[in-house]
């Protein structure tokens, strides 16, 4: 079974789901995926109004819809997926989430084209499976540029020393930007063993390159990446 969300499950007339490694397209998503944009995700903040089945977005990595019947959906491989719903299941909006994309705001403005129509208290936010405190560490130049413009308490931006906590980040910046429900679903993408204990649950960029350091042969992560999205039906 795919993760998906507590709150975003109570939302009539929505299909919602994050994929992993092994179903990495949701399975209740997957006869929509010829209607998701045509996009290339840049670690970027721009975020294009989908209004067309397959409409073509160019570089993009956050999408907005009031459009039955698209697929809006975002590859991860340790940034953060978070779908956004309006509680009446009539708007929609996706955005991938790594630490530049996080740092350069792509949250507030996917915050702004939803109040520029309607009011971020009344939407649901889920925060998906990403690369954890656990696993996440970074360079101690990000980790204080992190702690320099942000105004959160060092101890949700880094919980262990030169290690994000991009899911904490991520929340605090939601509730500061009015949204009031919020949940998190799935697991760190780099550490979480799939059922069987044999293997991983998550397809992780960051794995796979320290993989990839030991055994130049290893495959890369190239048509791997797992799927997040929303539809409203
Ligand atoms: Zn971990």
């Known amino acids: 079974m795919s993760d998906s969300s507590a709150l975003l499950r109570q939302i009539p007339g929505i299909l919602h789901g994050f994929g ?4 990495l ?8 995926e010829s209607t998701r ?3 290339k995700q840049v670690h970027g ?18 999408f907005f819809t009031s ?26 909006g996706v955005v991938h989430a790594g630490w530049r994309g996080l740092i350069d705001g792509i949250l507030e403005l996917m915050a ?6 309607g009011d971020t208290a009344d939407w649901v936010v889920s925060i998906g499976p990403a690369a954890g405190a656990c696993c996440y560490e970074v360079s101690q130049e990000l980790t204080d540029t992190y ?22 980040i991520a929340e605090a910046k939601l509730r500061a930007l009015g949204f009031a429900d919020i949940d998190h679903a799935g697991r760190c993408t780099i550490c979480t063993p799939d059922e069987t204990g044999t293997g991983f649950n998550y397809t992780s960029y960051r794995r796979n390159s320290h993989q990839r350091e030991k055994d130049p042969a290893h495959p890369g992560i190239s048509g791997r990446n797992q799927q997040s999205g929303i539809i409203i039906l």
Do not use: W
């Not at 039955?68 to 009446?88: E, N, S, W, Y």
């Not at 702690?147 to 904490?168: C, E, G, K, T, Y």
């Open 67 to 92: 459009t039955p019947g698209i697929l809006l959906a975002v590859f991860t491989a340790d940034c953060l997926p978070v779908i956004f719903c309006r509680k009446d299941g009539k708007q929609t």
């Open 147 to 168: 702690m320099q413009r942000l105004d959160f308490p060092p101890s949700l931006i880094s919980p262990v020393p030169r290690h994000l906590n991009l899911a904490a």
């Open 37 to 39: 944009p045509a996009k």
């Open 25 to 32: 397209l949701p399975a209740e998503l997957q006869s929509y």
């Open 20 to 23: 992993d490694k092994h179903t």
């Open 45 to 62: 903040v721009r975020i294009v109004d989908v209004t067309q089945s397959g409409q073509a977005c160019g570089e993009a990595d956050g």
């Open 112 to 117: 702004a084209r939803i109040n520029a129509s």
